[in-house]
């Protein structure tokens, strides 16, 4: 069987898809067309849970999860996710730098742009010019898949994850809050 570098990504990324939409919690209805939806804060690894507020299609409102380990209680960065979400400045959609200038892009432009970077990277460089910062509160099954990409099908050990640095700061507060 013989499957191209983009065919293996594409089957990646359905594959992740796939994996995070079975877990979906079902939304409880509230009054006045409100929706309450469980999930977890992607911040930090400390994967606080949070009940995330939708009206008309929008999060208008978060609140922590009082039956999970942060006990109803949510940090700066989880208790703002409503106006993070909301920013002006939040990047909606890939941008390209054509010209000096940041122009909208479409995804596949996009990741045709960073496929076609990595493989000049790699063919002038080796594979350790290249590199994949995943994130905290990535599935085991995203992280995985990332993983393998990197090792087995680039040929890099330069896999690294959020959690050492966002964390690090978290450990001062949990020292000052707790004690050693």
């Not at 977890?40 to 690894?45: K, W």
């Amino acid at each position: 069987m013989s499957i191209s570098r983009r065919e293996f990504l594409e089957s990646a990324a359905a594959a992740s898809a796939l994996a995070a939409l079975s877990g979906l919690p079902r939304p409880a209805q509230a009054a006045g067309g409100e929706k309450w939806v469980k999930s977890v804060c992607r911040y930090c690894g400390t994967g606080c849970g949070l009940y995330i507020g939708v009206r008309d299609g929008k999060v208008f409102a978060v609140k922590g999860d009082k039956e999970n380990h942060n006990q109803g209680f949510l940090c700066l960065k989880g208790f703002l996710l409503p106006q993070i979400l909301t920013a002006p400045t939040r990047c909606l959609y890939p941008m390209i730098r054509k010209d000096g200038k940041l122009v909208r892009a479409t995804w596949d432009e996009a990741m045709s742009l960073v496929a076609a970077r990595f493989k000049e990277a790699i063919e002038k460089y080796g594979p350790d010019p290249v590199a994949f910062y995943g994130s905290g509160q990535g599935l085991t099954e995203e992280t995985y898949v990332a993983n393998k990409l990197f090792k087995a099908g680039i040929r890099t050990n330069n896999v690294d994850g959020n959690p050492r640095l966002c964390m690090a700061s978290a450990v001062g507060g949990y020292v000052t809050t707790y004690g050693k």
